[in-house]
């Protein structure tokens, strides 16, 4: 959950632009579920004779899925803002032409109105996809991978975006993020509760065990949730490949993902990291927490697929 709009000069410091918009973004976001749980009356959530966890998972489903909902209802302003991205109303080049161009005809192909197409100025190879729904989406690329990939290659790395667009990934995204935020709060509060009354045998109200259960069980428990977040967001890179490869040609889609592989492409920040073309690598546990399957093994699974289908 992050932003903020500035007029910043290109001399700013990116990072401190990016610590501004996330601020900015999370104090909007309290002020508006605080109000939200006020009207609700379900703030009391802890009374003098435990939880009531009526009020409890009420406050809990507002919190995760009204946090989940609100950073994707602004994710296109969050995206724009973190790399500053121009929106090509008006394309100035044949490159930026060929592109609004290139997007149009795949989001009609794919059965989506027309995303938003954006550019962002960086050597770094990267694109996203992000918005509300597909048919409010947004599609950006960095200058830094129209210069270093073929046309080929470009319109199939656009092709996994509008995929992604198509498949509802961002919705869905935030659906099973909204889950799981509603879990881990309420969990690590029962948790938190049930250490306070049962080790402690604190009974009356709720002691100093309470709040620092609570505290540790919402971290691990929120590690855990990661995970399965993580994993379904690799499964769907699978699926925006098999969509890109459908709207471009599978073999410039394999090709786009093993030109990626030899340019190894920065990151994107934090909070995008799971909508760009390609994410960091890592080994061990840290697999478990990628946004993205390796690079190698889309190619084999796309490879697979070619095999299977003999083309």
């Given at each position: 959950?992050?932003?903020?709009?500035s007029?910043?000069?290109?001399?700013?410091?990116?990072?401190?632009?990016?610590?501004?918009?996330?601020?900015?973004?999370?104090?909007?976001?309290?002020?508006?579920?605080?109000v939200?749980?006020?009207?609700?009356?379900?703030?009391?959530?802890?009374?003098?004779?435990?939880?009531?966890?009526?009020?409890?998972?009420?406050?809990?489903?507002?919190?995760?899925?009204?946090?989940?909902?609100?950073?994707?209802?602004?994710?296109?302003?969050?995206?724009?803002?973190?790399?500053?991205?121009?929106?090509?109303?008006?394309?100035?080049?044949?490159?930026e032409?060929?592109?609004?161009?290139?997007?149009?005809?795949?989001?009609?192909?794919?059965g989506?109105?027309?995303?938003?197409?954006?550019?962002?100025?960086s050597?770094?190879?990267?694109?996203?996809?992000?918005?509300?729904?597909?048919?409010?989406?947004?599609?950006?690329?960095?200058?830094?991978?129209?210069?270093?990939?073929?046309?080929?290659?470009?319109?199939?790395?656009?092709g996994?975006?509008?995929?992604?667009a198509?498949?509802?990934?961002?919705?869905?995204?935030?659906?099973?993020?909204?889950?799981?935020?509603?879990?881990?709060?309420?969990?690590?509060?029962?948790?938190?509760?049930?250490?306070?009354?049962?080790?402690?045998?604190?009974?009356?109200?709720?002691?100093?065990?309470?709040?620092?259960?609570?505290?540790?069980?919402?971290?691990?428990?929120?590690?855990?949730?990661?995970?399965?977040?993580?994993?379904?967001?690799?499964?769907?890179?699978?699926?925006?490949?098999?969509?890109?490869?459908?709207?471009?040609?599978?073999?410039?889609?394999?090709?786009?993902?093993?030109?990626?592989?030899?340019?190894?492409?920065?990151?994107?920040?934090?909070?995008?990291?799971?909508?760009?073309?390609?994410?960091?690598?890592?080994?061990?546990?840290?697999?478990?927490?990628?946004?993205?399957?390796?690079?190698?093994?889309?190619?084999?699974?796309?490879?697979?697929?070619?095999?299977?289908?003999?083309?």
């Amino acid at each position: 959950m992050r932003p903020f709009v500035s007029s910043a000069s290109v001399s700013e410091d990116p990072a401190v632009k990016r610590i501004a918009l996330f601020l900015a973004t999370n104090l909007a976001i309290v002020l508006v579920l605080s109000v939200t749980m006020r009207l609700l009356g379900v703030e009391p959530y802890l009374t003098e004779q435990g939880l009531n966890l009526n009020a409890l998972l009420i406050f809990a489903a507002v919190m995760g899925f009204g946090g989940a909902f609100l950073s994707l209802a602004i994710s296109k302003w969050t995206a724009k803002m973190s790399v500053g991205a121009r929106v090509l109303t008006d394309p100035r080049s044949p490159e930026e032409l060929w592109l609004v161009q290139t997007v149009a005809r795949q989001a009609q192909a794919a059965g989506i109105r027309m995303p938003e197409v954006a550019i962002w100025d960086s050597p770094e190879v990267n694109a996203f996809a992000t918005g509300m729904t597909k048919n409010s989406a947004l599609i950006a690329v960095s200058t830094g991978l129209l210069r270093q990939m073929t046309r080929e290659e470009a319109e199939a790395v656009l092709g996994h975006e509008v995929a992604h667009a198509a498949n509802g990934d961002m919705v869905t995204m935030a659906l099973i993020q909204g889950v799981v935020n509603t879990f881990v709060m309420f969990l690590s509060r029962v948790i938190g509760h049930t250490v306070d009354r049962v080790v402690f045998k604190n009974e009356n109200g709720h002691g100093p065990a309470f709040f620092v259960t609570m505290i540790v069980a919402e971290l691990v428990l929120g590690i855990l949730a990661s995970i399965l977040v993580m994993w379904f967001s690799r499964q769907r890179e699978f699926r925006a490949d098999a969509g890109g490869a459908r709207l471009a040609g599978r073999a410039q889609m394999i090709a786009a993902l093993r030109r990626l592989a030899s340019l190894h492409p920065a990151p994107l920040p934090e909070k995008m990291a799971a909508f760009g073309v390609a994410g960091g690598g890592g080994s061990g546990l840290r697999r478990l927490f990628m946004t993205h399957p390796p690079l190698e093994a889309r190619i084999a699974a796309l490879e697979g697929a070619t095999m299977k289908g003999g083309r």
